[in-house]
């Protein structure tokens, strides 16, 4: 039986942006977990216009090239990681942009966090993501990585540099995201 796909979606799209360092050493946890096949879709690079869609996405009635791609690249995710910073208190504007974009596609499948910042560590980003989620039927992990003070883990290299509470985290919701996969196939599949 082939393995369930894994979409890390790395929200932040600011040149410099922390967010990518951090996703990739998520994404070596993943591919380490081996749980999943494992995809990272970077907001940067797939550049989705302020939604223009004159529909509402459950239609599914897209009429732009850019939002067909997006919905097959989500319709063939069956998890997905959040990796996303805290701004102004809340989570930043493309990953609601991007969010929005789709409907049908995020329903019944489960979501984790990856979420960093300052003292707040992104949770208040994170707690702003939950109603939205919830609006797409999404399920949202109780475990969850929290990194407190990002730049600190970051080396000279620009690599992300975890602590062992932050590892362990990791696997945690690696963990949760397969048993709810798990539980909500059934519900995708009517
Ligand atoms: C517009 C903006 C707003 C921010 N607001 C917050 C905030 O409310 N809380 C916080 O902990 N950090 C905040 N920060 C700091 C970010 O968490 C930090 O710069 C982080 O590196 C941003 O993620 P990125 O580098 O992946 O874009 C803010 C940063 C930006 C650019």
Do not use: C
């Not at 949202?140 to 080396?155: G, L, S």
Request: hydrophobic content about 45%; charged content about 20%; overall charge negative.
């Amino acid at each position: 039986m082939s393995k369930p796909v894994l979409q890390i979606i790395i929200a932040s799209t600011r040149p410099g942006r922390v967010g990518l360092p951090v996703a990739q050493w998520f994404e070596g946890v993943a591919r380490e977990h081996g749980g999943f096949e494992v995809e990272v879709l970077d907001l940067a690079t797939i550049a989705l216009p302020l939604f223009d869609e004159p529909g509402h996405p459950i239609a599914r009635q897209y009429v732009h090239a850019h939002s067909l791609a997006w919905s097959e690249t989500i319709d063939r995710g069956d998890a997905f990681v959040l990796v996303h910073p805290e701004y102004n208190h809340s989570y930043n504007a493309a990953l609601k942009n991007a969010l929005d974009y789709l409907h049908v596609e995020w329903n019944y499948k489960p979501v984790g966090f990856v979420s960093y910042g300052g003292v707040s560590a992104g949770t208040r980003a994170q707690a702003a993501l939950k109603p939205v989620l919830g609006a797409l039927r999404m399920t949202p992990t109780t475990e969850a990585v929290n990194v407190p003070f990002v730049a600190q883990f970051i080396d000279d290299a620009g690599r992300f540099v975890p602590n062992d509470m932050l590892s362990m985290g990791a696997l945690g919701m690696l963990g949760e995201l397969a048993k709810l996969d798990g539980a909500l196939r059934p519900l995708r599949a009517a």
